[in-house]
């Protein structure tokens, strides 16, 4: 025990936990924590971004990168509002963070003080935060903090990851208590469990017997770092496999048996080999929405007419969306080191039917490929959006980390992009809150000083962040943003043509009584930041300006002017109920045969 202030105490666990940066904004709240974290300054690294959203994206971006979560701080009241979003964004794609949030001083509570919420309960930010954490711990005395402290870390790193709050009021930075430290036992992936022997066996005999396997791996795979096992496992048996955004590298996407990503903006042989599968086996996956075509039945999926084995170390997710014919819950990791066992033991394996199979799925693809393939070698201004893809991809070398954000871009990514490795595609998936992009690069920057990172994002997307630009630069965090500039919330305006006959309103950008397309000069406006800043119109301009932003190895932002009227071919279905849905481009629902 020793006597020390809730600041003094707070700043040696960060430190004890090996917790590299704080991303945080300053704010009378959290000034007594700054003054301790003024003391540990050689250990733990604060990083103030211009506003608290972005810092949220910045400490998802780095635990989606290294896995290993850092802390956010932010003020009473407003600081820790602007949060929310980046937290939301966490939350549904399962990514760990420390929200230190400040509140109202204790003797103060529900006296309305300064930013206080207080209409319904006292310092009542818990409320707010609640569903966008996995948990919120308001300890309100010095000597509740080493319980708290140790608990909030236990939670966001064990089991599915995701954001921890810890909201304290004010005074306890500065009070003083006989306390010690606890120590944390738990992290990330540390606790593995796996499926029980029975279900193992029963899922070795269902793979066994299967003509049309499937894999689909989602977030969990990568999470657990099950990429090799993974690819060993496949390899061996030959099944091939699916993957949400999120899950993408785990096996490499040059991979012949990588189908890539399934739904509206999925790749046709993908959508082809869920609809026409006898047995999915989902590992870490969600099948929400958008990676099951709304769950039309035949359009990505084809259940109940196909068995499902669905392994996840949430249970909540088991079930949720399909009723599995065997649901598991474990890590995906250690699921699959037991079946690579029953591989090995010879109670594993497929058949001569695998071969019809790769060769229905093969058809599949040399039809995609024919298609898709005009496209990209199309020379255009404004730029074919498929040139960009190739282009990222040939100038990035495989550990190269790419993020997206929310709009057109990012189905475009969905839809060509090939990861190599795992940790390497930061998609916001579950919430698509736009921000993220551009924000969490600078996290990942920091996670992987040694790797290009890149940002692509929507020209609309930039400009809700456009102050990383400063970040950036206070920081030394050389980083690329790729702007997709067409000028529009270009997403939204093709929902408008699509559904609403082109009746476009508030979804693009328009300068003076003719309408004339408007944007910034986004390199200009780079520059005045001290960031590099390049704009390319033409597409044979695109890969010496990514290839040259990457060589410069300082901030550099590339404004890119994309073609918005040419869109990224429906593979599936995407429904906006009660609207009816659009039939896939290129593909057809599968309909069962008498
Ligand atoms: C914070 C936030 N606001 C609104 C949306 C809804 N939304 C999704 S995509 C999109 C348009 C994105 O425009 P832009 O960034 O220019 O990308 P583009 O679609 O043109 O590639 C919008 C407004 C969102 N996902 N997140
Ligand atoms: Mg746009």
């Not at 006597?3 to 960060?14: T, W, Y």
């Not at 996407?253 to 189908?259: E, I, V």
């Not at 109940?304 to 084995?309: E, R």
Request: hydrophobic share 40%.
């Amino acid at each position: 025990m020793a006597r020390m202030k809730g600041a003094e105490l707070i700043a040696n666990f960060l430190v004890q936990e090996k917790i590299p940066y704080v991303f945080g904004i300053c704010g009378h709240g959290n000034v007594g924590l700054l003054d301790a974290l003024y003391d540990v300054r050689d250990k733990l690294k604060l990083v103030s971004p211009r506003h608290e959203q972005t810092a949220g994206h910045m400490a998802d971006g780095y635990f989606r990168v290294k896995h290993q979560p850092v802390a956010t701080l932010t003020s009473t009241g407003p600081g820790s509002a602007n949060l929310i979003m980046a937290l939301a964004v966490a939350q549904t794609d399962s990514s760990a963070l420390l929200a230190i949030t400040a509140n109202v001083p204790t003797s103060q509570f529900n006296r309305g003080p300064f930013q206080e919420l207080n209409r319904h309960n006292q310092a009542d930010f818990p409320n707010v935060i609640r569903p966008v954490v996995k948990h919120s711990f308001q300890p309100s005395r010095v000597d509740m903090l080493p319980l708290a402290l140790r608990q909030a870390v236990t939670t966001m790193s064990s089991g599915r990851p995701g954001p921890v709050n810890v909201d304290v009021p004010y005074n306890l930075f500065q009070e003083e208590a006989e306390v010690a430290l606890e120590t944390t036992w738990a992290g990330v992936n540390v606790r593995r469990s796996g499926a029980s022997p029975a279900d193992i066996a029963t899922a070795a005999a269902m793979i066994s017997a299967a003509k049309r396997p499937v894999f689909f791996i989602g977030h969990g795979v990568t999470l657990s770092e099950a990429g090799p096992q993974l690819t060993d496992l496949v390899h061996r048996l030959r099944i091939p496999v699916i993957s949400s955004p999120n899950g993408m590298g785990c096996l490499n996407m040059d991979d012949p048996l990588s189908l890539g990503f399934i739904g509206r903006n999925g790749a046709y042989p993908a959508n082809q080999a869920g609809r026409y599968a006898d047995l999915v086996i989902a590992i870490g996956g969600r099948f929400d929405d958008r990676s099951a075509s709304s769950w039309l039945p035949g359009y990505s999926w084809n259940f109940p007419n196909c068995k499902l084995i669905q392994v996840d170390v949430d249970h909540a997710e088991i079930g949720r969306n399909y009723a599995p014919d065997l649901g598991i819950l474990a890590d995906a990791r250690t699921f699959l080191i037991q079946l690579l066992e029953q591989a090995e033991r010879g109670t594993l394996a497929t058949g001569a039917t695998i071969a019809t199979w790769h060769a229905e799925i093969e058809k599949w693809r040399t039809e995609w490929e024919a298609f898709i393939h005009p496209g990209f070698e199309l020379h255009a201004s404004p730029i074919r959006p498929e040139r960009i893809v190739a282009d990222c991809r040939s100038v990035l070398p495989d550990d190269a980390i790419i993020s997206l954000d929310s709009g057109i871009h990012h189905n475009w990514f969905m839809q060509f992009w090939k990861a190599r490795r795992p940790q390497t595609m930061l998609n916001t998936w579950g919430y698509s809150g736009m921000g993220f992009g551009p924000s969490s690069i600078l996290g990942a920057k920091l996670a992987a000083p040694d790797r290009p990172c890149v940002s692509i994002c929507g020209d609309g997307g930039f400009t809700m962040v456009p102050h990383v630009l400063c970040t950036a630069v206070e920081y030394n965090i050389p980083v690329v943003w790729v702007v997709w500039n067409n000028f529009a919330w270009a997403a939204i305006r093709d929902l408008q043509y699509g559904y609403f006959d082109g009746r476009e309103i508030g979804t693009a950008f328009y300068q003076g009584p003719e309408g004339k397309p408007y944007n910034p000069d986004f390199a200009a406006w780079a520059r005045a930041a001290g960031v590099e800043g390049m704009t390319v119109t033409r597409s044979q301009d695109f890969k010496g300006a990514l290839e040259q932003a990457v060589r410069l190895n300082k901030p550099c932002l590339i404004d890119v002017h994309v073609d918005a009227n040419v869109r990224p071919p429906a593979t599936g279905a995407w429904q906006l109920p009660p609207l009816p849905h659009k039939e896939p481009v290129f593909g057809a629902k599968y309909v069962p045969k008498k």
